[in-house]
């Protein structure tokens, strides 16, 4: 019997111990992405002592409040965040260097590339893929048969989106050809830019340093808008609205190619099932193919403890396996990694793999400027969108952009 106590009583001590050396992580998530994120720290909590320990912050509050938490020294242990800002972060000296990490991951290569280039920094890594998405178009294959145009064949350019389009505009009875959001910076940079990317174009240089506005493959997006715009093949609400009714106009079955997101195709088939549809990546204008990644990223916080690191890395392992990465797929769309197609959508609908299979070619500004030159609703890149598709001075929106951009990157490069 006093053995058996003795066994006991050193059990207790194990277990009280191990208790006592757990270790809680503190994670800021944008509550865009709460949801999946707190349902992986559920999975992670169940089978591991340390715990991670997440807080949602509304997506629109979440740079400021980090911002100001890390001026404050009150900043999280970790963060997830809009991939678009981690230059700014990683700049101003308040993410965590984990090139170490990443490089020797066994999943290394299967990161979206997007995502790591823009959590680079002076050739140091500040983040990992946590919930990525990928910018795709969808259209409505009924339409595309009333209009005399093959329901299995995807646009393959911009100026083959616009010929269709002005063929299903041509159906009368309010159908419209296209719909695009463009009244939006945050849409604008997801579903616009693509067409330049697909060109071999941007509208920054690689560093994201100086504006390259100007090219010929800006101008032919632009003439083909424009060709659509005046041929009333545009959605109305395309110019003003915000990017809300943009579902389901397109679920209503009187829009043809909607510019889009791969949460697309799991949204309509759970909540408009009749609607008839397919999708296919961005083209450029004359041709070729390309997205913006969009979507999250985990950054570690600048001097977190070594402990609380560990467990934070140990998450971002926990999560990359193929059983939570269908998990994410199951409840967000697209899993984090880009090797696992199999695994991801072996029980999901196949039409996801489009913008799975786009992400390796899907970019996004590298810029430490992202809300003044595209989110702002009063900033260049919405101007140049307004004035040179629905203006009459093409020439003068693209030199006012120009000039516009400059003097932001000029003032606020690092």
Known sequence: M???????????LVASTTLANATDV???????????????????????????????????????????????????????????????FAAADGLEDITEFVKSRPYASAMSPSHIRLATYEDKIYGVPALPDAS????????????????????????????DAKKIAA??????????????????????????????????????????VDTPALRETIAAYRDMWKAGAIHPTSRSGNGNNAV?????????????????????????????F????????????SSFAGGDTLAVMKGIDEEKKKVLLDFVDFYMTPEQQVYITKESGMPSRTDLAGDAYA???KRNLVSYDILSKARTPYTFSSDELFVSRTGPFVNLIQGAIFGEDVDGSIKSAQDAFTKVLERTNP
């Open 278 to 289: 397919a999708v296919a990546p961005i083209p450029g204008p004359k041709g070729g193919a």
């Open 347 to 349: 029980s999901f609908d």
């Open 171 to 212: 159906l009368g009875n309010e159908t419209y050809g296209f719909y695009f959001v463009a009244n939006s910076g945050s849409w604008l940079i997801y579903d616009f830019l693509p067409h330049l990317w697909a060109a071999g174009a941007d509208i920054l240089t690689e560093d994201g340093r100086t504006a390259t």
């Open 136 to 163: 795709i178009i969808a259209y409505n294959t009924d339409l595309f048969e009333k209009a005399g145009l093959d329901p299995n064949k995807a646009p393959a350019s911009l100026e083959e989106i616009a010929a």
């Open 2 to 12: 006093l053995k058996i106590k003795l066994a006991l009583a050193a059990l207790s």
């Open 248 to 276: 389901e106009a397109f679920a209503s079955g009187k829009v043809g190619v909607l510019m889009t997101g791969s949460y697309i195709v799991n949204l309509l088939t759970s909540k408009y099932p009749d609607v008839k």
């Open 26 to 88: 503190t994670l800021w998530v944008r509550t865009s992405s709460g949801a999946v994120l707190q349902g992986l720290a559920d999975h992670y909590n169940a089978s591991h002592s340390d715990k991670i320990v997440v807080t949602q912050i509304t997506a629109e509050q979440m740079v400021p409040k980090l911002g100001a938490a890390i001026a404050g020294g009150a900043a999280p242990d970790g963060a997830v965040l809009d991939l678009i800002y981690l230059p700014t």
